[in-house]
């Protein structure tokens, strides 16, 4: 039975951009719960600036205050150098780095060109060798944008192609605004595995048209077998009013089960899990 690896974003992609602060304990209790499933990879905490997502100013206080298992990597999204050695001073396990596929969305996102981000990933993939940490690399709208539409294949193999010359170990492929399409899903992923094999590619796919379980069909045709998905479809996007979050769990695990795939968790403590995640988003009293 093939093996398929679910990368849980819920605490830090499945947050980022709740309306009210999620009381650190309760980010706390979420991760212990989901390192009690067995997760191998859990996107822990996000190291930026909390003037532009206040909901991530406790990343260190989350980590000091998890509970650690053997065998579950703790990982933060570092945009920056600063943010880097905030997450190295946390006791991250793993860190990842953000680029896009759309000038336009790496403009509005983190303030430079596609070229520019390149030039200031260097440095921090530097330090993080040094530092002995794997870094992942995510790719921001990989079929859509918010403000250019339907992203063309080649600038995502290009873009991912760099992430990996860098060094990044694995490459998330994101619909960020969850409108890609099986067919373009497909056609980009052509593209991209004509650079790099299946097994250093992963799929991060929201749900806001309905289709991420569909274009997770697809990449699984082509060889992948490593996923991001969210607790309860935790997140959203903002330049997408009324946009889905991130691919459920619990969904995602479903699927995969029912074509014959192994995730290594239990769909009963699953769904248990991610009544908890969605208080959180509810604003309801998370126990």
């Known amino acids: 039975m093939d093996q398929v690896t679910i990368f849980e974003m819920s605490p830090r992609?499945?947050?980022?951009?709740?309306?009210?602060?999620v009381p650190t304990a309760q980010k706390i209790a979420l991760v212990n719960a989901l390192s009690d499933l067995g997760f191998a990879k859990i996107e822990t905490a996000s190291f930026v600036s909390p003037k532009w997502v206040p909901q991530m100013a406790d990343g260190a206080e989350v980590l000091a205050g998890i509970t650690r298992r053997d065998g579950t990597a703790y990982t933060a999204l570092t945009p920056n150098l600063r943010g880097l050695e905030n997450a190295i001073a946390a006791g991250v396990d793993e860190v990842?780095?953000?680029?896009?596929?759309?000038?336009?969305?790496?403009?509005?996102?983190?303030?430079?060109?596609?070229?520019?981000s390149?030039?200031?990933?260097?440095?921090?993939?530097?330090r993080a060798a040094e530092a002995g940490l794997p870094v992942r690399g995510y790719v921001s709208c990989v079929t859509d944008c918010p403000y250019e539409g339907e992203i063309a294949p080649q600038p995502v193999?290009?873009?991912?192609?760099?992430?990996?010359?860098?060094?990044?170990?694995?490459?998330?492929?994101?619909?960020?605004?969850?409108?890609?399409?099986p067919e373009r899903v497909d056609a980009?992923?052509?593209?991209?595995?004509?650079?790099?094999?299946?097994?250093?590619?992963?799929g991060h796919f929201h749900d806001t048209a309905g289709r991420a379980l569909a274009n997770v069909a697809v990449c699984l045709d082509h060889g992948l077998r490593v996923f991001d998905s969210a607790l309860g479809g935790l997140g959203g996007c903002p330049y997408a009013p009324g946009a889905k979050g991130n691919v459920a769990t619990e969904d995602l695990a479903a699927m995969l089960a029912?074509?014959?795939?192994?995730?290594?968790?239990?769909p009963t403590a699953l769904a248990q899990a991610a009544s908890f995640a969605r208080a959180l988003r509810q604003d309801e009293k998370a126990t």
């Open 258 to 266: 029912a074509k014959g795939y192994a995730t290594g968790l239990d």
């Open 13 to 21: 992609d499945g947050l980022q951009n709740e309306a009210r602060f």
């Open 188 to 202: 980009m992923l052509h593209a991209v595995l004509e650079r790099m094999p299946p097994a250093q590619l992963a």
């Open 96 to 116: 990842a780095i953000f680029a896009s596929a759309s000038e336009s969305f790496s403009q509005k996102n983190i303030n430079c060109s596609i070229a520019e």
């Open 157 to 181: 193999a290009q873009v991912a192609a760099r992430l990996a010359q860098m060094g990044c170990y694995e490459i998330s492929l994101g619909d960020t605004i969850g409108q890609g399409q």
């Open 118 to 126: 390149f030039d200031r990933f260097a440095p921090l993939m530097a």
